[in-house]
């Protein structure tokens, strides 16, 4: 069955397509004042007043006070909004730069995973968007290379670093899946805390004891 969220069948990421360049003539009909930047920004804000089971290509289009045809100079399809809107999501998480003498590593491990919470938490619909859309934007990039240097920190070999950044992941994918903050009952506060200290203390014990400089 196809959900608001599945795209019911294959289709190319909105992050891979090639869109044709329009002809001159037709980019002067495009519609003034929109551009795709706010038109997510839109989606996003419709998204989280109304919910995922609400939205679509006329609610966004009143919101804007355009018609629904307008917002396709911009976007193929709905499906690709939400990829958008996913992705504009993610990149309201601030993230580490890496690891410092005053906060090593675990801790900014920790507030990564605990960042996602939040977001989980304040954006509902981001949880289902991301078991069907992949995360290969430019915010899910940079969420994935700030989680690599947290790793990389860590002094890993390279094949615990991989094992550590597929537990992490799946750690993460767990939060969207099984309620850590999204529309279904979440998880308790204490249960995700003890649940990432394991995660954190099983990254330490295979990294490599550091001892100190003479």
Known sequence: MVTEADPGGARTSVWL????????????????????????????????????????????????????MSL???????????ELALDSALG??????????????????????CGYRRLLAEHPWV???SAFYPNIGPHARAFDAALQRLLDAAGLADADRTGAHLAVSQFLGGCALHGCGGAVRPVPEADF??????????????????????
Request: charged residues 25%; proline residues 9%; aromatic residues 4%.
């Open 17 to 68: 397509a090639v869109r044709p360049a329009a002809p001159v003539r037709r980019r002067t009909e495009a519609p003034s004042g929109l551009d795709r930047d706010r038109i997510t920004a839109a989606t996003v804000r419709l998204l989280d007043a109304e919910g995922l089971g609400r939205f679509s290509m006329r609610r966004l289009a009143a919101e804007l006070g355009v018609t629904a």
């Open 72 to 82: 396709y100079w911009y976007v193929d399809t709905k499906h690709d909004l939400l």
């Open 92 to 113: 309201r998480l601030r993230l580490p730069a890496g690891p410092t003498p005053e906060e090593p590593w675990p801790g900014r491990l920790r507030g990564l995973a």
């Open 127 to 129: 949880a289902p968007l």
């Open 193 to 214: 805390a003890l649940a990432l200290d394991v995660l954190i203390a099983g990254i330490e014990a295979k990294a490599p004891v550091r001892r100190a400089q003479a």
